[in-house]
């Protein structure tokens, strides 16, 4: 992949092919949710009926419907290979299903091309991966500023202002390179979040951390569910799954159970992160190491590869 040739910088322009995961964006840069009046599960925010998405003969998902509701915190948990990453890209406008009806607020992402697509993966969807996806030449604040950028304006004090949300103030001119995997996934949620999106999903977003770090990740998203915003994470991590009030298990892309759970605190806290509790029964397969999938689905998108997913919103588009 080249830079592109973009002349509004040269920064931003070579950064558009590897910002594909990052888009989210909110009304206005600068704008803050408005306290917790939106969390509850009122309104769905995501309505999937019957969806499946087939590979020839392979359903990665087959006949899955869902609701989901304004603030909820979903955990998306199930063994490798169970349809995770596929109904992740299908919600993050990242892949179409083959058969069903998904529903973003209403509007039927399963009817919409990829420059659609791409429009509401920019404007409504914040995105965090496993992998970390950032541009390696620009520096931490550089890269948030990248998510500002195809919103609309970057603003490097907002910027800084989310790294230091997640601890990363002080690392702010560092490059990827110069970060441990925790701190490069703290710069990704920064990003992530900087726009102010509805929705957060998030595919394994611990995936790659040390306890701290994971109990850093866990505890931001514990602030932005308070503040309202829906959560849909896949884990593998029983812990992690537990910090959702609900917990949908897939097993060969199908919905096997559903697991709710009343007790999960929807404060924020280090404490959030129980230790040792129980794992979700079935529906935790383990060792899925490797992101796959999610990429390789992605990659399955128009265009020719994970990254070109969200590429595809840059500003290339608008032109
Ligand atoms: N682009 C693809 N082409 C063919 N098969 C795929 C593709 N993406 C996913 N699959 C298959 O679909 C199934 C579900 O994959 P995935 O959603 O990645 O599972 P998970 O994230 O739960 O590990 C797997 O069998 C996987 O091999
Ligand atoms: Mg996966």
Redesign the pocket.
């Known amino acids: 992949m080249t830079a592109a040739d973009d002349t509004t910088g040269a920064n931003a322009g070579a950064a558009a092919e590897a910002i594909a995961e990052v888009t989210a964006v909110a009304p206005a840069v600068g704008a803050r949710k408005t306290g917790t009046g939106r969390a509850g599960a009122a309104d769905p925010v995501y309505s999937i009926q019957h969806v499946s998405r087939r590979?020839g003969d392979?359903a990665?998902l087959d006949d899955v419907s869902l609701d989901i509701g304004a603030g909820e915190w979903v955990s998306i948990v199930?063994p490798?290979?169970?349809?995770?990453?596929?109904l992740m890209n299908i919600l993050g406008c990242m892949d179409s299903p083959t058969e069903g009806i998904v529903l973003l607020e209403g509007d039927r992402l399963d009817k919409m091309g990829e420059p659609e697509l791409a429009t509401v993966r920019r404007q409504r969807i914040g995105l965090v991966f496993q992998q970390f996806h950032l541009v390696q030449h620009l520096t931490a604040v550089e890269n948030v500023m990248l998510a500002q950028y195809y919103h609309s304006i970057p603003d490097e004090k907002e910027a800084l202002a989310a790294l230091e949300r997640v601890g990363m103030g002080d690392r702010a001119t560092h490059l990827p390179r110069e970060l441990s995997g925790g701190e490069q996934q703290r710069v990704c949620v920064a990003r992530a979040l900087i726009n102010h999106p509805d929705v957060i999903l998030a595919d394994e977003p611990t995936g790659n951390l040390d306890e701290t770090n994971e109990r850093i990740v866990i505890d931001f998203f514990h602030q932005l569910h308070d503040a309202g915003t829906t959560l849909i994470v896949v884990t593998h991590d029983a812990e992690v799954a537990e910090q959702g009030q609900r917990q949908i298990i897939?097993e060969h892309?199908r919905i096997a159970r559903e697991v709710t759970d009343a007790s999960a605190t929807p404060t924020k806290g280090a404490s959030g992160l129980s230790s040792g509790g129980t794992r979700p029964g079935a529906g935790d397969g383990g060792a899925?190491g490797a992101p796959?999938?999610?990429e390789?689905?992605a990659?399955?998108a128009p265009g020719d590869g994970a990254r070109n997913a969200g590429v595809s919103g840059g500003p290339e588009e608008d032109r």
């Open positions: 590979y392979l990665a199930g490798s290979g169970s349809g995770k990453s596929t897939l892309g899925e796959g999938a999610g390789a689905a990659g399955s």
